[in-house]
């Protein structure tokens, strides 16, 4: 790690965070349940199998259409519990809040909290209040923390992907981003859209049930590493083109990705035109990428559709040999580039 | 609640800490888990009982004789594990940092966590990193969770006290937040002290041996709901005072100090004579307070002094049955005052 201070780049999901995840953090407290870097990581715990998993949100504005900091910080952890095919149980909530804060905001943003939670079937059963002094903050950050039993037969990674299998999204990219970022009213741009904040418990389960295994090998179940689904990932910061490159790392696979099969909203598509941003790296909070083995595909998408949340699946690529670690796009105008980490940082505090 | 906006007051562990809790959280998230507002929530997993916390650190300065931001978040989480009885498992880490910080500074602090976590024996498995503007933190905050395993019979709580009971700290109280508070050279003042940060894992594995089933009642654990030990407290924010008034009234009994009985440092005592301080409200890192049956103490205090960091452990006062719900001081004088919550905040961020 060649930077000497912190930027906002190393906060964005691209690059600049891999390097600092991997130099400071990896460095020191390398073990091997951290080191896959999931979403969750996953453990034993006496006789059951469990996912944990850990989010600050420091999103601004705290209140956007479609949703607010307190929508997000329940969804965004419960989403990384589902898409590592984790039951959520229950949440830890932490909230650092800024000195002048609105306590009626406050209590907008707890309800919204709340809200989620009873949407997502989980509860908060223990948190933490801290203050610090104006200026020190944004109103409010919150961490939230999930807890999350694990089915003790299945394998989904990042890793597990093979050529062959099919890269799948659940509906249109790049809402909960393109929102937010008009939300702050800098830019002269009104659209109509909102947050697509969700939870994605309900689709992963459906996923999982559609895509189960395939030979019957003595299980009961109904998962297995022999099924159909290989990986999940909930699309936030760094977008789908973020998750498709740690699906080609972790694999040593290529993704080859078909820019017209990709869902963008008009509206998302024209705001991201006008702001030279690519959909691809546009953060979502109710999406997911899932990467499924070619027999399960009909299998997977009718089960996504059947759910209002994937009602937009649509398989938008597929795994291939060569090249290794390598995302690549056909794009609309028939030609070939490489989508990269990302660099930089073109939406700071999306989430 | 009374207040529009929140104060530094909100965050320091008193009497507005408990009403923005009460008014704010725990109405909209108001769960039979959440409800006791214990230092970990315990709850059944499948077949296990795990325990799960969360704090958020955001002490400054980040470095002070004694530790740093690091080891304060990996102890602080730690100790509400092992005093709610679990065996601390995992944790997970989510940092907040300041655009702009030196990464050199972060490596020491993440270096810190990291001794901090082989010291207490626990990995840190997951994470998560977000950064915001300059100005919009202090450097970073930490917020730390972690989950553990609970014996299944084990009964602890600040509900279980009864009259008759002993009520221990583990060793000299304050250390750590006079500490920090002359760490920020606003005072001039100096002390040869630091702060006490440090595990509470093996202590409170040690007094709950100590303390076990004292009759034999086909339970071959090692503790019960009938064995000596009725709560175990870490005195952080707020202090042993803040302790000492949660079991009053979660056990509707009263507390009773004697003044000379509580151990203080004489630098951390002339400290807080200089600064208008009463070191019972004054956190400690790595102390608790312990309410013991009457039978058990003995066997108690011995456990605890056999260990390094239980060496200063002393009985500073017992439970009574009037009146319920206070604290009183027998003061070193002769008189008789009340110990209430904090009320106000003299020591904003301390951890």
Same mark, same amino acid.
């Given at each position: 790690?060649?930077?000497?201070?912190?930027?906002?780049?190393?906060?964005?999901?691209?690059?600049?965070?891999?390097?600092?995840?991997?130099?400071?953090?990896?460095?020191?407290?390398?073990?091997?349940?951290?080191?896959?870097?999931?979403?969750?990581? %996953?453990?034993?715990?006496?006789?059951?199998?469990? *996912?944990?998993?850990?989010?600050?949100? %420091?999103?601004? +504005?705290?209140?956007?259409?479609?949703?607010?900091?307190?929508?997000?910080?329940?969804?965004?952890?419960?989403?990384?519990?589902?898409?590592?095919?984790?039951?959520?149980?229950?949440? *830890?909530?932490?909230?650092?809040?800024?000195?002048?804060?609105?306590?009626?905001?406050?209590?907008?943003?707890?309800?919204?909290?709340?809200?989620?939670?009873?949407?997502?079937?989980?509860?908060?059963?223990?948190?933490?209040?801290?203050?610090?002094?104006?200026?020190?903050?944004?109103?409010?950050?919150?961490?939230? &923390?999930?807890?999350?039993?694990?089915?003790?037969?299945?394998?989904?990674? *990042?890793?597990?992907?093979?050529?062959?299998?099919? %890269?799948?999204?659940?509906?249109?990219?790049?809402?909960?981003?393109? &929102?937010?970022?008009?939300?702050?009213?800098?830019?002269?741009?009104?659209?109509?859209?909102?947050?697509?904040?969700?939870?994605?418990?309900?689709?992963?389960? !459906?996923?999982?049930?559609?895509?189960?295994?395939?030979?019957?090998?003595?299980?009961?179940?109904?998962?297995?590493?022999? @099924?159909?689904?290989?990986?999940?990932?909930?699309?936030?910061?760094? #977008?789908?083109?973020?998750?498709?490159?740690?699906?080609?790392?972790?694999?040593?696979?290529?993704?080859?990705?078909?820019?017209?099969?990709?869902?963008?909203?008009?509206?998302?598509?024209?705001?991201?035109?006008?702001? @030279?941003?690519?959909?691809?790296?546009?953060?979502?909070?109710?999406?997911?990428?899932?990467?499924?083995?070619?027999?399960?595909?009909?299998?997977?998408?009718?089960?996504?559709?059947?759910?209002?949340? @994937?009602?937009?699946?649509?398989?938008? #690529? !597929?795994?291939?040999?060569?090249? +290794? @670690?390598?995302?690549?796009?056909?794009?609309?105008?028939?030609?070939?580039?490489?989508?990269?980490?990302?660099?930089?940082?073109?939406?700071?505090?999306?989430?």
């Amino acid at each position: 790690m060649r930077d000497t201070h912190i930027t906002s780049a190393h906060g964005a999901g691209g690059k600049a965070t891999a390097t600092l995840i991997d130099a400071v953090f990896l460095e020191a407290l390398r073990n091997p349940l951290l080191e896959p870097l999931e979403d969750a990581a %996953v453990f034993t715990a006496g006789a059951e199998r469990l *996912a944990l998993t850990t989010d600050s949100f %420091v999103v601004t +504005p705290l209140f956007f259409p479609g949703g607010s900091i307190g929508d997000l910080a329940v969804n965004g952890t419960v989403n990384d519990l589902a898409v590592a095919g984790a039951r959520p149980l229950h949440l *830890a909530c932490a909230v650092i809040l800024e000195e002048g804060m609105d306590v009626g905001e406050l209590r907008r943003i707890v309800g919204d909290l709340a809200g989620a939670a009873a949407r997502a079937g989980v509860s908060v059963v223990t948190g933490d209040t801290k203050v610090v002094q104006r200026g020190r903050a944004d109103g409010c950050y919150i961490t939230t &923390t999930g807890v999350g039993l694990v089915d003790p037969d299945l394998r989904l990674g *990042a890793s597990m992907a093979r050529p062959g299998d099919a %890269v799948l999204v659940t509906g249109p990219i790049g809402d909960h981003g393109i &929102t937010v970022l008009l939300a702050r009213g800098d830019l002269d741009i009104s659209a109509d859209i909102r947050s697509d904040t969700a939870p994605l418990t309900g689709l992963a389960a !459906r996923l999982l049930t559609a895509t189960g295994p395939h030979s019957d090998h003595g299980r009961h179940d109904g998962h297995s590493e022999h @099924g159909g689904l290989r990986a999940m990932r909930d699309a936030t910061r760094g #977008g789908v083109a973020t998750i498709l490159n740690e699906v080609a790392r972790a694999s040593g696979v290529g993704v080859v990705v078909d820019e017209d099969a990709v869902p963008v909203r008009t509206e998302v598509r024209g705001a991201c035109e006008l702001l @030279g941003l690519d959909p691809l790296y546009v953060a979502c909070e109710g999406r997911m990428v899932a990467v499924v083995a070619p027999e399960a595909v009909d299998a997977a998408l009718a089960a996504l559709r059947a759910d209002p949340l @994937g009602a937009g699946a649509a398989v938008i #690529g !597929r795994v291939v040999d060569e090249p +290794p @670690g390598t995302v690549l796009l056909n794009t609309t105008f028939g030609g070939t580039r490489i989508v990269d980490l990302l660099v930089g940082d073109p939406l700071p505090r999306i989430c």
